[in-house]
């Protein structure tokens, strides 16, 4: 370490980043020269894609785990920032305002220095498990992703069984807290992880109790379906028909999430950090981006089963079409060869023309503007411009993009709902939590099943 | 408890072998138990374990250490123990002169210092036989009643915080900031006042504090009422405070408890009516007292007294007299052998010190009677049978402040 950073002491940057390249382009050309003459590598080749061709749905699968892995970091670190945001507005505080605009990488700074810290294992603790427990809480979270549709077609694996492969993977994340509460030697952290163990077995039943309505209307367990069915309009969601479902899921998902009101298992003012107390560096980074993925999967099942998915509050289409566009824009009706030579136009003479004449109608009206100033503001706005009609066009082409955009605003708005829970209610006791589950969103939930039951069959065999 | 101990290797350094239980979960008691009840504590029935509480935890007021016996979540027992915060001020203030023991005093109610740095004031005066110019009392009054109202607005804020809110400790914080800043302006500090004089007090009132006081004043009521509002009507919160730690009065009476959690018991005893002093006999309040002795009532109670304190404060502007602010005194201070007890309603109740002086400047025992030190024994047995959340909101709701109880 010591000697590679001495011999690159005397290089500029330029130096530190060509030399090292021009390092690896020689090793891997050498490699493959060697690979190519022995017909190693035309083999090899040749058996990977073999083995994706008869293996395409493992492959699938893993790009899938792949993606909402990757989505998952900036998901929490947007989660994360808007926390620290909306509870500082509630608090009247500032909150953070150092780092990028309105202090907007505060969570990113957060999470490089997550990673910088020592990562420490104190004496005692049974390492193995508590080496393991912040993957496995954080995997099974970010799991469960693979199941909820973000857009038409954009479905990390498409289950017949969806809902339950949801909840499956999802209770496994407790073991994670309760591997981490059991390893650590300490008990506040044993405290921790048994009060989370008892707050799933208690609310994971109204939970999935409180599907069973939307899944009894459905008629299928598949996310993609379910959200098929509720194409059409605000009016066609399922929250219509089924309001007391959405209560009961929504409270019941806040304690599964374990947020306020229900952050027991992390009770600062009373078991000091909970499960993680122990916990330092990328390990806690684990557990702090587990809990706030979980609230943003939990804020998307919701938005999934009772909001509508990707689709939009009004149905755009037969607006769109009375007005004589037709959705989704078809990319062959234009041919940008038929322009012929004009079509060089399009790169060198419309972003000059029209930053020049914004340049020149901001440089009449803005007196006190010199030539420059004008300038740079009209190629800036020119972008602008250029930008805004093409990321129309392609929301109106992308069925995919449009729902991606509902699908985001809708969860981000009820991670949101989370986010001011948080800075309003104090903490509930554990037994008057369990109560609450118990004797109230249980009997909820099964009379939300009888009543959505009985509906179904007076509708089906009577009226029609 | 294990009976058998045999020779493990240290988990701090694995070269020692030690004689000690080998897990967390086996009993260690910290010394040779001293007393019967220290013994009786330390033995462990099945399925109970120790819980270390502070003196570094988040929500122990301080350096509180409690030590607690617990069956799963249920507390069976506790044991606090003090002395983390000892710095022997009662003997530190019989080795200055009586004017030291007015900053010696100081910190020992760091929420609202105004009160314990008046204690040697109070007693020497007694001492001397001392007439206080009318405007000094005034002064007092009016900081007394402003620092009340600060300490008050965050007693609010920490009983929500340590119910796991995190709004209502950051709106205490706004009021008591705006206090604290106006009694900067006219003392100089922001905590440690030190602003109380034998005599009289340091300093007349001055325009900046008078600015923002009137500032402040137009729009306090508002405040307190938005933030009653804000908890009141926060249903979890009045479930999780509501029967929660009930004392009763014979209880309480018989631990010497004042202040707040004796009122909210139905006891209207209030030093300012029961022995006043200062000016308070011309000033027009009540003494509002609850029935439930619950943590709630406690709660119901802090509102109350800072719309009491606000009364007080408007009467004390609209009567504050012309004068002097310190009475005429030498500045080699002897006071005369005799011994007296003077008390003020703090906060917290009564704050009281008996004192004994020998002829000299110093004083010969200052013995300080801590309001928070007797509140705080309520703990053990309010929290037994409690489960482990609620030993928080009982310890918030009787509101110690651990720089008098450790003294």
Known sequence: MTAASNSQAGLSTAGKIILPLIAIIVVVSVAGTILWVTGVGVSLAEWTLDTGKANIEILRFVAAATGVLLFTIP???????????????????????????????????????????????????????FTLAPAVTFLASVLTLLVIPFAPGMIGYEMELG????????SLGVIGLMMAGWSSFNKYSLLGGLRAAAAVISYELPLILGTFGVVLLAGTLNLGQIVENQAGGIWNWYAWQQPLALGIFFIAATAEAGRTPFDYTEADSELVAGF???????RFGFFFFAEYVNVFILSALTVTLFLGGYHGILDVDPFLSAIGVETP????????????????????????????????????????????????????????????????????????????????????????????????????????????????????????????????????EYLS | MTSDREQVRSLDDPEIMVQTPATIYDAIPPLTPRTEREAEFYQLEDGEMFLNLGPQHPST???????????????????????????????????????????????????????????????????????VPRRADYIRVLAWELNRISSHALFIGWLALDLGGLTPILYGFAERDEIVEMLAALTGQKLLFNYMRIGGVNGDLNHEFL????????????????????????????????????????????????????RATGVPYDVRRAHPYSVYPELE??????????????????????????????????????????????????????????????????YGVYAVSDGSDQPFRFRIHDPSFFNLQAVGSLSEGQVLADIMAIMASLDPIMGGIDK
Request: net charge neutral.
């Open chain 1, 163 to 170: 809902l339950i492969y949801f909840f499956a993977a999802g």
């Open chain 2, 61 to 131: 007021h301080g350096v509180l250490r409690v030590v607690m016996k617990i069956d799963g979540e249920r507390i069976v027992d506790v044991d606090p123990v003090l002395g983390y915060l000892h710095r022997g001020v009662e003997k530190i203030c019989e080795y200055g002169d009586w004017h030291h023991a007015i900053s010696n005093t100081d910190p020992l109610e760091y929420a609202a210092s105004m009160f314990s740095e008046a204690l040697p004031v109070l007693a020497a005066e007694q001492l001397l036989d001392l007439e």
């Open chain 2, 285 to 350: 309040f009540d003494i509002p007292t609850r029935s439930d002795g619950d943590s709630y009532a406690r709660y119901l109670l802090h509102i109350e007294e800072i719309k009491q304190s606000l009364r007080i404060i408007d009467q004390v502007l609209h009567k504050m007299p012309d004068g002097p602010v310190m009475a005429k005194l030498p500045r080699l201070l002897r006071i005369p052998p005799n011994r007296a007890f003077a008390a003020i309603e703090s906060p917290r109740g009564q």
């Open chain 1, 329 to 460: 824009v078809e990319l062959s009706n234009l041919d940008p060869g038929s322009l012929g030579p004009w079509l060089l136009a399009i790169p060198f003479l419309v972003p000059p023309i029209l930053t020049l004449a914004i340049a020149a109608l901001l440089w009449m009206i803005k007196t006190g503007w010199g030539f420059i100033k004008s300038l740079l503001v009209g190629f800036l706005l020119a972008n602008l411009l250029v930008g805004a009609i093409v990321s129309i066009w392609a929301l109106l082409s992308f069925e995919a993009l449009m729902g991606i955009v509902w699908f985001m605003g809708k969860s981000f708005a009820l991670v949101g709902l989370f986010v001011m829970m948080r800075g309003a209610y104090p903490r509930v006791r554990i037994d008057q939590m369990m109560n609450f589950a118990w004797k109230w969103l249980m009997p909820a939930a099964l009379l939300n099943i009888f009543v959505t039951a009985g509906a179904i069959i007076i509708v089906t």
């Open chain 1, 276 to 282: 993680a107390t122990e916990y330092s560096g990328m």
């Open chain 1, 75 to 129: 998901a929490a670190f947007v989660i994360i920032y808007m926390e620290l945001k909306i509870i500082a507005q509630m608090n009247l505080r500032v909150g953070p305002d150092r780092t990028g605009p309105w202090g907007a990488l505060a969570s990113l700074m957060a999470g490089l220095k997550v990673l910088s810290k020592e990562d420490y294992t104190p004496r005692g603790v049974d390492v193995p498990v």
């Open chain 2, 211 to 262: 600015s923002r006081l009137g500032d402040w004043m137009s729009r306090a009521g508002e405040h307190i009422n938005g933030q009653a509002k804000l908890m009141n009507e926060n249903e979890i919160f009045v479930n999780r405070t509501k029967g929660l730690g009930v004392l009763d009065r014979e209880t309480a009476l018989g631990l010497g408890m004042s202040g707040p959690p004796l």
